[in-house]
């Protein structure tokens, strides 16, 4: 199995926090909490995280300040971050930009199950590959392998292993795939 995703969340309010932090380990994610920037800098360095998502205003240090001391450090500096914002103020989002945030997140008018997915989403590469089982006799197989001449069991003509069907991830955003069948054996590729 898939090592979980480890998400640093960063923000004073308590039960903000929390809210957030129950939200993404029920979906999936490995969560560590600071309560500002000084603890979440010292997260960062200790606890390695794959994303960071903070907070603006925080006592002691805020959220860009943190940001730019996470990029001093070699261990911290690529770590990905996407901002939390109450308002949403254009300035904090230019600044954001300028500090190399992957998102800014506007709490009001953004669904904590949507701030999942948009987290989710940096994690997933244009260009990844799945493989996927087929099943010969399902829906439109049959017909697939008569109208393509494939063999009807969809064996790999070279070497006789079920070929599978691939999908390569060419729009993100969209969800687009690029499909084709494969031997994941031999290699085969349906031309
Ligand atoms: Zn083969």
Redesign the pocket.
């Known amino acids: 199995m898939d090592k979980k995703t480890k998400i640093l969340l960063v923000d004073d309010d308590v039960n903000l926090r929390q809210m957030y932090a129950e939200i993404f380990k029920n979906s999936g994610f490995e969560v560590v909490e600071a309560g500002d920037g000084v603890e979440g800098l010292d997260k960062a360095s200790k606890e390695a995280p794959d994303v960071i998502f903070t907070g603006i205003i925080m006592p002691r240090m805020d959220g860009f300040t943190m940001m730019e001391a996470l990029k001093k450090t070699v261990m911290t500096a690529s770590i990905p971050v996407v901002i939390s914002s109450h308002m949403g103020r254009e300035e904090d989002q230019q600044k954001a930009n300028a500090l190399g945030a992957k998102d800014f997140i506007v709490r009001d008018i953004t669904r904590p199950i949507e701030t999942v997915e948009r987290i989710r989403a940096l994690f997933i590469q244009e260009g990844g590959e799945y493989k996927l089982e087929f099943s010969a006799d399902r829906m439109d197989a049959p017909k697939l392998a008569k109208d393509l001449s494939f063999n009807p069991t969809f064996n ?1 003509l ?4 079920t070929i599978s069907l691939n999908l390569k991830l060419i729009n993100k955003k969209d969800r687009i795939f690029e499909a084709k069948f494969v ?1 994941p ?4 590729e349906a031309k």
Do not use: E
């Open positions: 790999c070279d070497c006789g292993t031997c054996k031999c290699g085969w």
